[in-house]
T-cell receptor
Framework: DAGVTQSPTHLIKTRGQQVTLRCSPISGHKSVSWYQQVLGQGPQFIFQYYEKEERGRGNFPDRFSARQFPNYSSELNVNALLLGDSALYLC?????????????FGPGTRLTVL | EDKVVQSPLSLVVHEGDTVTLNCSYE??????LLWYKQEKKAPTFLFML????IEKKSGRLSSILDKKELFSILNITATQTGDSAVYLCAVVYNFNKFYFGSGTKLNVKP
């Protein structure tokens, strides 16, 4: 079975631009979470989606938004990019949300903002 | 303020040594604690702990949670160079929030 997939692998943008990152969960998983990982730090929680609804949100500005589609894949959008948005963006999937459950991570998208 | 603190920040050992990694937390409405290993990109799942005092074990790795003292430890025995990685602790709290520590960087020398 395929694991969590993310696209693109790498992305270079300039300040002020907008970016869309994509994630496909493990087959059968209904929950997708997004994380931002800056070099040398642990992943920071951005969003969790379950059954197309937002179930959790971290401390990120409104420039960050996400959605989940009927096939449980998800997109993360970041508007008005700042230099500080440069990071590895990780997507994780789990079977469900709201109860203790293992999350499996994708390989990430490396975003560089110039 | 909610927080997850891992210690030590980094560790250098030789093959065959035993290491203990620590994760302490202060969060509201704790639900579970997870350990991950991150080598290059995607963190890979190691353990999920929800109950105090019950050791989870997988090969040379084991972990235990103390919900009274609010910490968990990850033990690795007979370390190998392939164990070199960043080990991340994550706490799930307040229904759906996930909080990762900064990680412990382990370097196992031959």
């Amino acid at each position: 079975d395929a694991g969590v997939t993310q696209s693109p692998t790498h992305l270079i943008k300039t300040r002020g631009q907008q970016v869309t990152l994509r994630c496909s969960p493990i087959s059968g998983h209904k929950s997708v979470s997004w994380y931002q990982q800056v070099l040398g730090q642990g992943p920071q929680f951005i969003f969790q989606y379950y059954e197309k609804e937002e179930r959790g949100r971290g401390n990120f500005p409104d420039r960050f938004s996400a959605r989940q589609f009927p096939n449980y894949s998800s997109e993360l959008n970041v508007n008005a990019l700042l230099l500080g948005d440069s990071a590895l963006y990780l997507c994780a999937s789990s079977y469900q949300a709201g109860i203790p459950d293992t999350q499996y991570f994708g390989p990430g998208t490396r975003l560089t903002v110039l | 303020e909610d927080k997850v603190v891992q210690s030590p920040l980094s560790l250098v050992v030789h093959e065959g040594d035993t290491v203990t990694l620590n994760c302490s937390y202060e969060v509201t409405n704790f639900r579970s604690l997870l350990w991950y290993k991150q080598e290059k990109k995607a963190p890979t799942f190691l353990f999920m702990l929800t109950s105090s005092g019950i050791e989870k074990k997988s090969g040379r790795l084991s972990s235990i949670l103390d919900k009274k003292e609010l910490f968990s430890i990850l033990n690795i025995t007979a370390t190998q160079t392939g164990d070199s990685a960043v080990y991340l602790c994550a706490v799930v709290y307040n229904f759906n929030k996930f909080y990762f520590g900064s990680g412990t960087k382990l370097n196992v020398k031959p």
